[in-house]
């Protein structure tokens, strides 16, 4: 980490650090690395994609003093949109599923945006957060529609900082690379990034149950199974930042194994995590446990457990979700 003053928020977004998860990894006889992005000022990995989206459309012209941000959002995009908005003057109108966890929308309005609240319909549906926040950036002067689906500045963001970042820190013994989709931006960068610098270095996507991603992969058509409560991954189309991404492989996680997971890493190794880092330390055990004795993987821990308090870390709704852990252990991996 380069030391000194960072003259502003933007500059402090990244460049975070590299855990190895000891009592995971001595267990698997494998390192398992976590790229700690709940510790970016906005609490989420999300953070670099907007300050990616904000600056490019600062140098295209499309963003001007006086502006507005528009995006739909599971909610980390809009966190992060509406505190870099603020530092640069920016209005933020967040347009969000009605079905996100309460401390999102909580924290959305305490950071200033306008948030819309939208019924959680399919995409094909016209009422979907996507098309609204379309709609409202069309109709609203001066407004940058953000679109982290399509905007390649997301991806770009990751290929230029995250992926960089951990082949600096964890690269010369790095085996695999294992990481969810919700825009497809932090896998595509990252995998890029890491397969040009060393073409061996598997890239394994997981998927949560409801996406189609894992179908996709394994044979190229979108289908899906299931459903999940995990939020910001799993998605039933294939986005521009996803497209051209180097894959291997998928793996499908439950989100019984991922609320097993988390309270792992809670209790076990003092990481609290929210649902979609802990999908992916599951998956990145399971890839860990097909390579080599000594093999490291790396692994991103997308936002922190405070925003999963009501659900994740609440235990009457586990329970009234059939998802109480229960494990003592790791043996549900
Ligand atoms: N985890 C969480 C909690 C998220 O909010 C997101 C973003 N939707 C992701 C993972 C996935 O990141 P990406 O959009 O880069 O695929």
Redesign the pocket.
Known sequence: MSGGVRPDLFAAVGDTPLIRIPHLSAALGRNILGKAEHLNPGG???DR?AKYIIEAAERAGTLAAGGTIVEGT????GIALALLGNARGYRTIIVIPDDQSPEKFDLLRVLGADVRAVPAVPFADENNYYHVARRIAQETPNALWAD?FNNLA?RDA?YETTGPEIWRDGGATLDAFVA????????AGVSRFLKEQNEAIRCVLADPLGSALFCYVKTGRLEFEGDSFV???GIKRVTDNFKDAPVDDAVRVSDRDAVEMAHYLLREEGLLL?G??ALNVVAAARVAKGCPAGASVVTIL??GGARAMSRLYNARWLAENELTPTARGLEFL
């Open positions: 989420s990995v999300k994609a599971a909610g980390n995009t982290q997301n990751h969810a989709a919700g825009t497809g931006g932090t896998f939020e910001g991954i929210g979609s880092a997308c936002d």
